[in-house]
């Protein structure tokens, strides 16, 4: 594909989703912030310099990637491009074998991504730098975004990337969709309970980290008019919203009626800009007033979960194959060399 190139120079990639799931297939951690007058020291550039010097013995694999602020395409090398997505996505503050976990996953979606044309990414392009695949921040971005922590961060971050260098994750013996978000509600969801298709590896499981989240459970208020404009309803009773009909295996709403229409909790969630389609909702005079709890899709892989298992001791490989059920850790070499 004419995104790949295999030069004399380093290399990159970066990651995020699968061929027929739609473009949110995260939700993690990453902010959206404005990037200006960012600069890193001469002693931080030679200290950055220093900790990526390994990439340059790595497969010469490169990517490019569309910065949607600048309108550009850039070349990154592979690895240092997936330290910098695991930079935006995941909190550097998190264990370690957390943010190998999120290593391994954002390196197997950027291999599945250059086996296909995504018509979506500008200028033919790869990926994007959003959430539309996934964050990717360079070094001054995470610079501003660190502060002054920022050679701490990225030597823990870069440490994770190195050590799980080259690896991806299979199920029987292909790439899976490692799709991957910030907070369950207790569980992780079925991947057919919000996109069309299973996956046996994204199956629900239980995920009771995630209580300890700081976006665990939220609130949002809505003024009446505001709800009903949103969803395209009327409510004719002044004393009830709608009646949640069904739930999902991994406890969110799986079907909601309001008067005569019947929404999926994902319709109400993606309509009502809700963190989660984990939601109760009651009516309060002029306002609707709804309660969710998790942030994300729910499906795949729970960052807060993953750092909860860290935290109690589990190894990389340990959450990797908890939240993909039957999957393998291997080599990327071969996939890399099918995708040019």
């Known amino acids: 594909m004419n995104q790949w190139k295999w030069t004399i120079g380093v290399v990159v990639i970066f990651v995020l989703g699968a061929f027929i799931v739609p473009s949110l297939l995260v939700t ?5 912030e404005e990037v200006t007058n960012a600069y890193l020291t ?13 990439i340059e013995d790595t497969p010469n694999v490169s990517v490019s990637v569309y910065r949607a602020a600048e309108e550009t395409v850039e070349d990154i090398p592979l690895e240092e491009y997936v330290v910098g997505v695991v ?8 264990e370690k074998e957390a943010l190998k976990a999120q290593a391994l996953a954002a390196r197997t979606y950027i291999v599945r991504q250059l086996s296909v044309d995504d018509p979506s990414v500008p200028n033919d392009a790869a990926v994007t730098d959003t959430v539309q695949h996934q964050v990717y921040k360079d070094r001054k971005q995470l ?47 079925n991947a057919e309970a919000y996109w069309e298709n299973p996956f046996p590896y994204l199956v629900s499981v239980d995920s009771p980290w995630d209580k300890e989240s700081p976006k665990f459970e939220q609130r949002v208020v809505l003024p009446i008019e505001e709800f009903e404009n949103k969803l395209g309803v009327r409510l004719k009773d002044p004393s009830k919203i709608g009646i949640i009909t069904k739930r999902t295996p991994g ?6 009626k309001i008067e005569d229409n019947i929404f999926t909790g994902r319709e109400i969630r993606e309509k009502l800009e809700l963190a989660s389609s984990d939601f109760d909702w009651v009516r309060k005079g002029n306002d609707v007033v709804i309660t969710t709890k998790g942030y994300g899709h729910g499906v795949g892989m729970s960052q807060y979960g993953a750092n909860g298992m860290a935290k109690s001791g589990k190894k990389v490989e340990e959450i990797i194959q908890y939240y993909y059920k039957g999957v393998e850790v291997t080599s990327a070499e071969s996939f890399l060399k099918k995708a040019i």
């Open 251 to 256: 406890e969110r709403v799986a079907e909601v």
């Open 143 to 189: 610079k501003i975004q660190w502060k002054e922590n920022y050679q701490t961060n990225l030597t823990k971050v870069v440490e994770a990337v190195k050590e799980t260098n080259g690896q991806i994750l299979t199920y029987n013996g292909e790439l899976i969709t490692a799709s991957f978000f910030s907070t369950s509600n207790g569980k992780t969801e």
């Open 87 to 94: 930079a935006s996505e995941m909190p550097a503050e998190f």
């Open 28 to 32: 993690g951690f990453s902010a959206d």
């Open 42 to 54: 001469e002693a931080e550039e030679k200290e950055t310099a220093s900790l990526l010097s390994w």
